[in-house]
């Protein structure tokens, strides 16, 4: 008897289970029947900002040598805008300043963002530094499109002095890069002289 109480239970319990899993709606004496099913996901929010050649701007490839995620050739330059710039340079400005020249090139960065209220993001531009040259021998100034550099301001090594304010997603927007060649001789800092780099960081920061 105990036995047979026991094998029925387990009939039951495994008829509840399987009903729970192959649930199902149905009609009889009819020709249609409907089911709803529940989707659930969770909706994240997502940034991405991208950086990528301009037209007849040097090209912008990735990832960088030094694992950056881009990486951009000014090529060959000097403190007195003197010779053939490569050819993705758009402009030598030595009128701006009477102490260095300014390479310009232009570039292209295209901010996107998901699931935010906020229309307009914010991005926020520094550099580590060029990494053999004296202090201010060489320095990047960034800005709008231009052709000269007194439209441009320097990017510093920390802070959030140099800002893109309301930028939306999605939209490309050219914008200019400069290096500044420092035409300096003397000891202190050290001349301007042979391969240098330095890394920039562009913080896209959605409100």
């Known amino acids: 008897m105990k036995l047979r109480i026991t094998i029925v239970l387990s009939g039951l319990v495994m008829a509840l289970s399987a009903s729970q ?3 199902a709606t149905f009609a009889v004496g009819a020709n249609n ?6 989707v659930n996901v969770n909706v ?12 007849g701007g040097c090209s912008i490839t990735n990832p960088g040598a030094g ?12 403190g007195l805008g003197l010779g053939t710039p490569s050819g993705c340079i758009k402009a030598v ?30 991005v926020t531009l520094t550099h580590a530094g060029f990494t053999n040259q004296g202090t201010n021998a060489l320095d990047l100034h960034e800005g709008a499109t231009a052709t000269n550099a007194s ?3 320097q990017v510093p090594t920390s ?24 035409n300096y001789n003397g000891s202190s800092p050290a001349p301007v002289a042979g391969a240098d780099h330095t890394v920039v960081t562009f913080q896209l920061t959605v409100p």
């Open 67 to 78: 694992g950056e995620d881009f990486s951009i050739d000014f090529g060959d330059v000097n």
């Open 44 to 55: 994240q929010t997502a940034v991405q900002l991208t950086l990528s050649t301009a037209t």
């Open 151 to 153: 439209g441009l301001t």
């Open 159 to 182: 802070g959030t002095s140099h800002q893109m304010t309301g930028v939306a997603s999605g939209t490309p927007t050219t914008r200019t890069l400069a290096v500044r060649v420092s």
């Open 33 to 38: 029947v409907s089911a709803t099913l529940r």
């Open 93 to 122: 400005d030595t009128a701006t300043s009477a102490s260095a020249a300014f390479y310009l090139t232009d570039y292209q960065m295209t901010a996107k963002f998901s699931g935010f209220t906020a229309t307009g993001s914010t």
């Open 21 to 23: 899993v192959l649930a």
